[in-house]
Structures are given as structure tokens and as C-alpha cells.
């Protein structure tokens, strides 16, 4: 049986799902169409090193936001990267992409190796803590979201050029805080999949409302059954994108 109490939790928890699937759906079709699938896994990894770093230096921790400003520097360099990258080894990029992701992880795993809460960290960073972000944590997020979202409105074009990575960049760095690198991952790639072979006007929405119900469903599932909430959103957002991807099929 459903606790209503949790509703105090689960709210800013699906608020948070929301702000993020509201760019990582855009973001993660333009993803597709480049055919540049790690990216995001990428740059989010080097997100979550900015964020170790700033934790492990004595001065960085105490300085103020570093939890923001720090992982953000980190993911405009690997952006920057990618993009000069494109340029030059545009048929190898996929492969260079895989290795700055396996490089980040290997650095984050070195500098956490001799730090005694330096497992909880990583394990933070990467499955994220959705169920206890709380209202004031999306502030920030939702500026940024909502400035993001009227720029590809007023600019759609921004999302063909090299300033595509540096939105990206700007997107993945606060998204990593709020919900890890492997929901960022699965909130960019499944909803976007799941409707990749719809050429109609409405597959955007159809995006959208898959990746909402993947958020819901894991959401609820994680309380009503103690699951790791993170883990439980990614499974519940891969089968709401298969259901949908078997469904238009048949239609």
C-alpha cells in the first residue's frame, strides 16, 4: 500500500525528473542524429570528476558553490574537446568519445581510492539521490533549464553547430548533482530512441510522456519497495521506451 506521507519526498524528486527530461529530450534526439551516443555518458563522467576534485581539494571545498562552478569548468573542457575533436577525427570520434569517458572514470576512481567516504561519493555520483533532492536544490536547474529551452526556441539552429556542446555541457553539469550520471544517461538516450523511427509531428510529445511515465513508475516503485530510486527510474524508463518503440510498431 502506497504511504501518502512520501509525497513530501517523491514531489521535488519528480519536479527534478521533470526539469531534467524537459532538455535531455531535445538534447538527446539531436544526440541521436549526430551519432555521438556517449556523449552525454561522457561528459557527465567528467561532470562527476570536476565534483571530485572540487571535494578532495581543501580550498575548492569550502569555497562557495564549487559543487556547481567546478564540475561545470571540468564539463566545458570535455566539450570543448569533443567539439575540436569533430572537427578533425570526425570519423573516430565515437572511439575518442569512449576513451575520455574510461579516462575520467579511471581519474575519478585514483583521486577517490585513499578517501574513506570516497565510495559513497562515486557511488552518489553516479546513481544519484533523486528521492531526498529538495525544492531549493532545483532553483538553479530550472533558471537554466528554462533560459536553454527559450534559446533553442528562439534559435533552433544553436543545437546544429558547436553550440550544441556547450549547451550540453551547461545541461549535463547540473543534472549530474541531481540525478547521477547513469539517469542522465537514460534520460537523454531511451525517450529519444523510443521514438526514433516516428517521423510525425507529435514525437516529441510521445518523447516527453515516455520518459514522465518511466519517472513516475520508478519513482513510486523505489518507495513503495525501498529500491535504490536511481536504478529502479532507469529500469522503468528502458521498458516504458520498449513498450512504446513494440507499440507504435504495430501501428
Known amino acids: 500500500m502506497f504511504d501518502w506521507d512520501l509525497l513530501d519526498i517523491l514531489l521535488p524528486a519528480l519536479a527534478a525528473g521533470v526539469l531534467v527530461l524537459s532538455t535531455h529530450v531535445l538534447l538527446g534526439r539531436q544526440v541521436l542524429k549526430r ?7 561522457a561528459i557527465a563522467q ?14 575548492l571545498e569550502d569555497a562557495p558553490f564549487s559543487g556547481v562552478w567546478m564540475p561545470a569548468l571540468f564539463a566545458l573542457a570535455g566539450a570543448g574537446g569533443i567539439a575540436w575533436l569533430s572537427r578533425r577525427m570526425a570519423d573516430e570520434l565515437e572511439a575518442m568519445i569512449g576513451c575520455l569517458y574510461v579516462l575520467a572514470a579511471v581519474g575519478a576512481m585514483l583521486l577517490l581510492a585513499n578517501d574513506p567516504h570516497g565510495a559513497e561519493l562515486l557511488k552518489q555520483l553516479m546513481s544519484g539521490q533523486i528521492l531526498w533532492v529538495s525544492w531549493e536544490q532545483l532553483y538553479l536547474p530550472a533558471l537554466v533549464s528554462a533560459a536553454v529551452l527559450a534559446l533553442i526556441v528562439a534559435r533552433p539552429t544553436v543545437l546544429d553547430g558547436a553550440g550544441f556542446y556547450l549547451v550540453f ?9 541531481l540525478v ?59 521498458l516504458s521506451a520498449m513498450v512504446f518503440r513494440l507499440v507504435s510498431a504495430k501501428r
Open 169 to 177: 555541457a551547461l545541461v549535463i553539469t547540473l543534472s549530474v548533482e
Open 180 to 238: 547521477g550520471v547513469y539517469l542522465v544517461f537514460s534520460t537523454l538516450i531511451l525517450p529519444a530512441l523510443a521514438v526514433n523511427k516516428l517521423n510525425c509531428a507529435k514525437a516529441l510529445g510521445w518523447a516527453y510522456l515516455v520518459g514522465l511515465c518511466g519517472y513516475l513508475a520508478g519513482l513510486l516503485l523505489s518507495a513503495m519497495f525501498d529500491l535504490p530510486s536511481g536504478a529502479m527510474i532507469v529500469a522503468t524508463l528502458a
Open 35 to 41: 551519432g555521438i551516443i556517449f556523449i552525454d555518458l
Open 46 to 59: 567528467v561532470a562527476a570528476l570536476g565534483a571530485i576534485v572540487a571535494h578532495m581539494h581543501p580550498v
